[in-house]
């Protein structure tokens, strides 16, 4: 399983746009990028994934470059309501056989007024 | 959809006695997993089922530890002779076979005293 790695932290203010990036060097050739978010005293709640380029949902866009060893979560124009953990996950992607997930100890977004 | 839910959301215990947790999974999802999350720390895979079967267990899981998921749908998690070290929290999460989507609970917050 490819490793993963995070800043621990990241502090930011209402309205602006956050990018978390997360590097994995050894990503396998049929690993998909998956990023969660999790609240205190919650479980984790999917965010994004993607295998390449650009991804884009209401919430958040994935940049993936081409060698695959880094993703870029962007939140844009977070609220305080963003303040969460962010999690970066590397893991075989669909049709694949058994799979697991493996989380690293996530970021830390800070969001003040 | 009506999510994942787990039961109990606590449980205080007393070193030396068993506890179990049960989990049941969105309707349509086969697989079906377990993590255990510590303060300040990502979740952990314990264990993985895609439908009855359980196909992988992490080394984590020692030998106290049981899973199962008799039917394919709800399952529990059981563990022997608890430790002061088993305190945390135990997520659920489950997925549609082919989908790296997971899908948590909010967990099951344990306290061995």
């Known amino acids: 399983l490819a490793k993963t790695t995070q800043p621990i932290s990241m502090d930011s203010y209402e309205g602006q746009e956050v990018n978390i990036t997360c590097s994995h060097n050894?990503?396998?050739?049929?690993?998909?990028i998956t990023w969660y978010q999790q609240f205190p005293s919650q479980g984790p709640r999917f965010i994004i994934q993607g295998y390449k380029t650009k991804v884009t949902n209401e919430v958040a866009s994935l940049f993936i470059p081409a060698d695959r060893k880094s993703s870029t979560l962007s939140l844009p124009r977070v609220s305080l309501s963003d303040t969460a953990v962010y999690y970066c996950?590397?893991?075989?992607?669909?049709?694949?056989?058994?799979?697991?997930?493996?989380f690293g100890k996530g970021t830390m977004l800070l969001v003040s007024p | 959809d009506t999510g994942v839910s787990q039961d109990p959301r606590h449980k205080i215990t007393k070193r030396g006695q068993n506890v179990t947790f049960r989990c049941d999974p969105i309707s349509e999802h086969n697989r079906l997993y377990w993590y255990r999350q510590t303060l300040g720390q990502g979740p952990e895979f314990l264990t993985y089922?895609?439908?009855?079967?359980?196909?992988?267990k992490s080394r984590l899981l020692s030998d106290r530890f049981s899973a199962e998921r008799p039917k394919g749908s709800f399952s529990t998690l059981e563990i022997q002779r608890t430790e002061q070290g088993d305190s945390a929290m135990y997520l659920c999460?489950?997925?549609?076979?082919?989908?790296?989507?997971?899908?948590f609970g909010s967990g099951t917050q344990l306290s061995v005293l």
């Open positions: 999460a489950s997925s549609r076979q082919g989908k790296e989507k997971l899908f």
């Open positions: 050894n990503i396998a050739t049929n690993d998909y």
């Open positions: 996950l590397v893991g075989r992607g669909m049709n694949s056989g058994y799979s697991t997930l493996t």
């Open positions: 089922f895609q439908n009855e079967a359980q196909l992988e």
